[in-house]
């Protein structure tokens, strides 16, 4: 039961960080342009070459991230629940 309680609560961190990364990252950029608009007469442009970077094939540091959070969330559970 130790175990299925520490694999709940690595589950439960990853999503909850999952929703955190989303949420701040649909917020920030809103809150920027209200803050600091662009001068009359320009443009936001999107570069598509500056983002490949980050989505190459298989997408290495996303899984990385949300291992180190499982894997924090599963001990720090199983410790908690092995002492008592």
Do not use: C, E, Q
Request: charged share 10%; aromatic share 16%; net charge positive.
């Amino acid at each position: 039961m130790i175990y299925l309680k520490s694999l709940l609560a690595g589950l439960l961190a990853v999503v909850a960080v999952l929703v955190a990364v989303v949420t701040v990252a649909i917020l920030v950029p809103i809150v920027y342009n209200a803050t600091h608009p662009l001068p009359d007469g320009t443009r936001f442009a999107w570069d598509r070459t500056d983002v490949s970077v980050y989505l190459s094939w298989p997408p290495v540091w996303p899984i990385v991230f949300l291992s180190i959070i499982f894997f924090a969330a599963f001990f720090w559970k199983y410790r908690r629940l092995a002492k008592s």
